[in-house]
């Protein structure tokens, strides 16, 4: 993860700005592996929303509602990213959406263009009704032919480009127009700026540890906030890859994570619940998979997941967990997982903020400070190369002299880093064990 997006709290940021910083750096790396074969990189990404929002940019001003219902593919997520450049609010709908749901959300958002792919013209009649009430359709050819009476053709307007506005969308403008679940109620339209899903990303980034060379597998239709931003985004700011499938399959799911590579995967409702109950095979654990994102995930099936499946579920509310949960989740004792924390804090790989701790950003495998703690009677020292040294300005434990000699309050005191020569960690011999012996 990049110093500017590893921080929750950064300076708040589009989903656009995320997109061109990802292309400035990486435009060669794989950003989106669809289902089927199809990829996207992010160079390719970029120049091809700009030459969507080109195409529209007679059709679409700021502040339009948009409908979209595409097919997944590398259209869909450039005009995702054209949309957000020309300043409009995106209204996706599901592919197999119905025609009353669908109405009723676009009266609700006041959108009068619907950008519909052919495909899902052709297996949803109810579109085509939809059509008929919209002021302007947009479509987008695939593999399958369609026409709608006074739809304009995408590659058509492409060949057409207008000139780009001057303005770009802020933080705070409305990015997407997202429906609800609607399982207390009737669907409803919510409206999220674009600081939501890029905040929203920055915290499941955070939480999970994602770094480039990371694979993250996603089931969820792309009218869900999921796969946008727990999915695509937090693959944009950590460098990692997003594999997308339409649909969710418990007897090839393992198969797809060991063939896709993948490290980690988003999963919501009953899908952990699911892979629980298969039956148990020998090749549970032959995947690259140690992350799991996604909720509900109650104590007893998290604790099941991860000793069948070596994976750990994370939720929303996981950021930082304290030591007490990591043991309750696990089922291990708590002075091997104090003892492990400690280890992995000193390594870099975990930052401790009060009782809880959580994944590190910082540069991984050197160690930023050692540090001696004075407690009650007695101290511990926590061994380092040679070049860093006690407080007490000692080179072995046993001569330390900054052990509290009365009950005193414990305090935390910095020793000196190792200068720039040292090479830490060594690659021989293996790095000294968690504690040296207590200094009196």
Known sequence: ??????????????????????AAGAPEAELVRFEG????????????????????????TGGDRVLTCLPPGPRLVEVMFALARLGAVEVPLALDVRLDAARRLAGAAGARLLIAGTDAVRAN?????LAAGMERVVLVTGREAAELPGSADLDDLLAAPHRLPAGRPGPADPAVVMATSGTTGRAKGALLPHFAGVRHARRVARTMGYEAGDVLFNVFPWNHINVRHAGLLPALISGATLVAHHRFS????????????????????????????????GSDTRHRVRRAYGGPAPEGLSRRFLERFGVLPLGPDDESLGLSEIVRRTGVA??????LAQELLQWGLLERRGPSWRTSTRRRGRPSTW?????????????????????????????????????????W??????????????????PPGPWSPRCR
């Open 250 to 281: 418990a007897s090839r799911f393992w198969e797809i994570c060991r063939r896709e590579g993948v490290t980690a995967f988003n999963f919501m409702g009953a899908i952990a619940a699911i892979l629980e109950r298969a039956p148990a095979s």
């Open 37 to 60: 074969g199809a990829s996207l990189r992010v160079g390719e990404c970029l120049e091809g929303a700009t030459a969507v929002a080109g195409g529209l940019a007679g059709l679409v």
């Open 334 to 339: 708590k002075a091997s997982v104090h003892r």
């Open 371 to 411: 540090r001696c703690w004075t407690g009650w009677r007695s101290s511990t020292w926590r061994r380092s190369p040679a070049t860093a040294r006690c407080p007490g300005r000692r080179a072995s434990p046993g001569a330390c002299r900054c052990t509290a000699r009365r009950p005193a309050r414990p305090c």
């Open 1 to 22: 993860m990049d110093d500017v997006t590893a921080d929750v709290t950064a300076a708040p940021e589009t989903m656009l700005d995320l997109l061109e910083r990802r």
């Open 125 to 129: 009649p109810d579109l085509i009704a």
């Open 413 to 430: 005191r910095s020793a000196r880093r190792p200068s720039s020569a040292t090479s830490w960690p060594p690659r021989s011999p293996a």
